[in-house]
């Protein structure tokens, strides 16, 4: 009875004492940047997308690129198959190397962007008018050469990038003409002999909610494992538009990809983009959705980090592409915090 007593009280003591332990642990979470947070909570990343080109000509940029709020760097651009084989055979990896080296020296990992892409492929893929035999043996060379070069020092590798189109069906390029999806399959085979320790992924976007995308993707993942392809990973670039999400079917998408297919998920290239001008209403509801995609990614076992598409809107692809639209980022074009930074470092710091 005795005893009982005790350990009720106990109890009683230690909930009393746990909201202020847990308001000191917040508070200490609160000082730490947006990537150390993340590790504590769930051992998580955020990571950023740069090129070292950018850093080269603007030093402020450089300062928070390098700084401890991110631990992942993503090449935007240096790793894209018309940077790295210009002309065929003729491999270019001096500005994939800066940004590698860069990387190890300031204790960043890299996720490779992209093996295999209908996109900025270098244009003599297309005009050579190649054989499938041919093409293949050309494709295989550049998943090789590549993921060999830098073997040991990826993590991630996006091994093919937006094959499929909105319906679901098999997206038209140089590739699917040739070989259907085959090619899916033999790019990850090879990627994977080349550099065993990375972790491979097939990445896309709108795909977050219950699309025809969504299906095909999944059903084609789920397919490659049962045959014992080695793909660990999919990637959710997560280029949204503001008041456009769909919260809850991204979180089920995401669910069914950790808990059923049991692969890793990468939110690999977040911005959220509002019509411009960007208003404080604009900013707050865009801090709104960053809120639903980090908690989303926090709620989901197997989300291992989020990466920013760039984290300032000075460098931010959007405007350049949509006209009207823009500033998609955590940081404003003066490097200054957005609403959207301290929403997710506010969910960060909440741990869900
Ligand atoms: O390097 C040339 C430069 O020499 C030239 O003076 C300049 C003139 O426009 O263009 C430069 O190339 C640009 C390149 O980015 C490097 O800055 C291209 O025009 C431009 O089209 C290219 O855009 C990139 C785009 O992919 C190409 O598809 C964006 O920066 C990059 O953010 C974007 O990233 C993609 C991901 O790889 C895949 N998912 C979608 C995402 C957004 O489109």
Redesign the pocket.
Known sequence: MKLSIALTAGLVASATAAPTIGAIFDKILNKLSLDQIAKIRGGRYIGT?T?VWIMEQDAPYKKITTSNEYSVWTP??TM?WETLQPQQGAFNFTEADKLVSLARKTGKKVRG??LV?H??LAPWVEAGNFSPAELKKITKNHVQTVARHFRGKIFHWDVV??VFNEDGTLRDSVFSRAFGEDFIEWAFRWAHEADPHAKLYI?D?NFEGDTPKTKAVTALVRKLKKKGVPVHGIGA?G?FILGNLDGEGMKRTWKTWSDDLKVDVAIA?LDIRIPMPATPEKLAAQAADYETVTKNCLAVKRCVGITF??WTDKYS?VP??FTGEGAPLPYDEDLKRKPAFDAVKKVLVAGK
């Open positions: 997308a090129d935007e651009n894209k962007h992209t892409w996109s900025q990038n937006e990445t976007y670039q280029h290239e598409w760039q692809w350049g592409v």
